[in-house]
């Protein structure tokens, strides 16, 4: 879209003007961007190679007249419906963190079109110890996607088990007790603890150690993800992301330890690309790979 509020101004910015803001006020003001009609999270893109223009995108309520339709990449459009059908109730989500494979994950599945009534990936199988209940195998992007489109799994009581390998947890307990959203990470319950994080990115750039950091608004606290350097190629990699750029209003969910920065604001740390899943959107109405 062509307009977005500021929230620090409260000024409605063309998309042009915008653009030509110098650092480190872009930097500042595009963290603070809502849509001009509905108050949602926005996000601007600077102009990208292909010669697409700069412009604000946003994640709009389903009310508002700017509304776009948006699809993930690498995701069907149906598959928010067909997946809420999959997870029984009871049923616990087991992630294999040494299985994941980045943006890569639905592309292999659709290789092996799921058997009615077994579910796509989800085999269910007795978790060993535990009592008698069935149990789901998921991946991070799954979570992900159910964590963006659904207010009751997020407050659910749903036990989840995330291995780092083999019988090794890294993460255990209720999705509502170690699963939190960049808005309500705080000091008392997040500060040095190690679980699962999730929000919207609203820029991405490297420090000079080679360092990528996710930054997301500041409605969401400034929570930055910050990837070590060792990884960040394979991450980029991984969820084809070729300009820094691509990366603007995608939701992501990270397996890390929060810490606060001598700035106040929480970062979480993430050391492999198998901890960190990114769903990137497009406007429904442009062609892929402009
Ligand atoms: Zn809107």
Redesign the pocket.
Known sequence: MQHARCTIDNKVWEAEHFSVLLEPNLENMRRNL???????F?WFRRASRHGRPPHFC????DN????VEYVAIGEQRDDATTQEEELNAGDSIIVHLDQEHGGQIDVNELQHPPTPGVGSGGRAFVVPGGERETAQQFTMRRILLRLVQSPMFRNSNRQLILYRKDEEVLVSGAVRDVVAGFMDITTERHSERQMLYWGPIASAGMTADGKLWLNSSDRHQGVSVAIFDDVVDEFLKMFGVNDLEDLTGAHILVAGTCYYARTGKPVIWCGSPRYIVVRRYRDARLQVGI
């Not at 809502?34 to 949602?40: D, F, K, N, P, T």
């Not at 946003?58 to 309520?61: G, N, P, V």
């Not at 508002?64 to 509304?67: A, D, S, T």
């Open positions: 809502v849509c001009a009609e509905c108050g949602e926005a946003a994640h709009h309520m508002c007249g700017l509304r």
